[in-house]
């Protein structure tokens, strides 16, 4: 049997696009994942194995499903808990489980296309390659509380619209707001960008705050380029 139909029957069968617009592979185990142990932050074993697999799958980019639950896939179970507006907590419980074993992908808000787009109601970055989202990872944009810097006040947010990345920093970058890692410019100051702060909800100063990994990896694959388009919304 050819194998990636193996994998695809394995796993339950193609489903179509449902109201949260996603795509996705429809499984019988859902209610056997649901009943695995709760799992978190510093867990180890075969469930995180298991999880991971999952995650990486359709998207939620957790890096090698190495059985230790740490702060790559903490990243990746936030993304999926957006998406399905779960409490944003991290913990794979039941709820988050079923989600996981659910096997969704977002679909990309304007079509088919190879740019990032940043869904800043849902805190999630989508890489859209093709007609499909590659990545759904977490991020964390604009505060939007007023600060000052530079002689003058800002508003915080993180503008929405259409934009291409225009310049780049290979390495960290600090200023007065604080340290960037491998800063992608794609609207005057505002950046897609590593950080060792990733949380559940918007924190920045505007820009648009990406994992360390996740960052690496994006620059690796290719993907974060001078000139990738960016949507904000």
């Known amino acids: 049997m050819n194998s990636s139909i193996a994998r695809r029957q394995a796993l339950g069968g193609v ?5 949260l617009g996603v795509i996705g592979v429809a499984t019988a185990g859902t209610a056997e994942a649901a009943t695995r142990a709760t799992i978190k932050y510093g867990s180890k074993g075969s469930n995180v194995t298991y999880l991971q697999q999952r995650l990486n ?3 939620y980019w957790c890096g090698t499903a190495d059985g230790a639950f740490g702060a790559q896939t903490q990243q990746a179970v936030f993304a999926l808990q957006k998406v399905w507006g779960l409490a944003r ?7 988050t489980w079923a989600k996981v074993a659910s096997n969704t992908r977002l679909s990309p ?16 970055a989508l890489v859209v390659w093709g007609s499909t ?3 759904t990872l977490n991020t964390s944009t604009g505060a939007n509380k007023p600060f000052y810097a530079w002689g003058r ?7 929405s619209g259409k934009f291409s990345v225009y310049s780049h920093v290979n390495g ?3 200023g007065a707001l604080g340290s960037m890692y491998k800063p992608y410019y794609f609207n005057g100051g505002i950046a897609l960008h590593g950080s060792t702060s990733i949380p559940a909800y918007n924190a920045s100063h505007g ?9 690496d990896m994006l620059i690796r694959a290719g993907i974060m380029v001078n000139h990738r388009q960016v949507y904000v919304y």
Not at 89 to 95: K, L
Not at 109 to 124: H, M, N, P, S
Not at 153 to 159: F, K, N, S, V
Request: with cysteine.
């Open 57 to 59: 799958y359709v998207g």
């Open 15 to 19: 489903v179509a696009a449902g109201a």
């Open 207 to 215: 820009c648009c705050r990406l994992s360390i990994a996740a960052q």
């Open 109 to 124: 808000r304007y079509g088919a296309g190879y740019r990032i787009e940043v869904d800043k109601t849902r805190q999630l």
């Open 153 to 159: 006040w800002y508003d915080g947010r993180t503008p």
């Open 89 to 95: 907590d991290g913990v794979v419980g039941p709820m």
């Open 172 to 174: 960290w970058q600090t």
């Open 133 to 135: 989202v590659r990545y």
